[in-house]
């Protein structure tokens, strides 16, 4: 590579670096809240439509933490069925059962989960899972 080229490369990436770098470093406002048991933070229990019924509590959203992470509450009323096989490319995610019992695919792995329990589902990875039992709650990191 020239080096006039070299140069320009760099000074056109240098710019993107500081830009990701400073976007890693930016400071919260430094205040907590509370979310009340069966609320959720910004729009109270979310019904879903489409594969399942059930309720979601957004206790921690993207835009608290700058989409560093989000927590959620899932009440569970639909025994049977769950949500299908698909992929997160950029983030993890971690299940804790809160009561009920769900089954869990990663990969080529099963896992049946029962209150108290807990499953890591790192991204790239195809998942599922469905809800065992009649009635089921969920934590979702």
Same mark, same amino acid.
């Given at each position: 590579?020239k080096?006039?080229n070299?140069? $320009?490369?760099l000074?056109?990436?240098a710019?993107?670096t500081a830009?990701?770098?400073?976007?890693l470093?930016?400071?919260r &406002?430094?205040?907590g809240?509370?979310i009340?048991?069966?609320e #959720?933070?910004?729009?109270g229990?979310?019904?879903?439509?489409?594969?399942n019924?059930?309720?979601?509590?957004v206790? $921690?959203? #993207?835009k608290d933490? &700058?989409g560093?992470?989000?927590?959620?509450e899932?009440?569970?009323?639909?025994?049977?069925? #769950?949500?299908?096989l698909? $992929?997160h490319l950029?983030q993890?995610e971690?299940?804790y059962v809160l009561e009920?019992?769900?089954g869990f695919?990663? #990969?080529?792995?099963?896992?049946?989960?029962?209150?108290?329990?807990? $499953?890591?589902?790192?991204r790239?990875v195809p998942?599922s899972?469905?809800q065992?039992?009649?009635r089921?709650k969920?934590r979702?990191d």
């Amino acid at each position: 590579m020239k080096r006039s080229n070299f140069i $320009v490369s760099l000074l056109t990436a240098a710019p993107l670096t500081a830009l990701a770098h400073s976007t890693l470093n930016k400071p919260r &406002d430094g205040k907590g809240f509370k979310i009340k048991s069966g609320e #959720g933070r910004y729009h109270g229990s979310i019904k879903l439509k489409g594969v399942n019924q059930n309720l979601i509590d957004v206790k $921690v959203s #993207g835009k608290d933490t &700058d989409g560093d992470l989000a927590i959620f509450e899932q009440t569970s009323l639909s025994p049977g069925r #769950g949500t299908p096989l698909h $992929v997160h490319l950029k983030q993890d995610e971690i299940f804790y059962v809160l009561e009920g019992e769900y089954g869990f695919a990663l #990969g080529n792995e099963k896992f049946r989960l029962k209150k108290g329990e807990s $499953v890591f589902l790192p991204r790239q990875v195809p998942h599922s899972w469905i809800q065992l039992s009649e009635r089921g709650k969920m934590r979702l990191d």
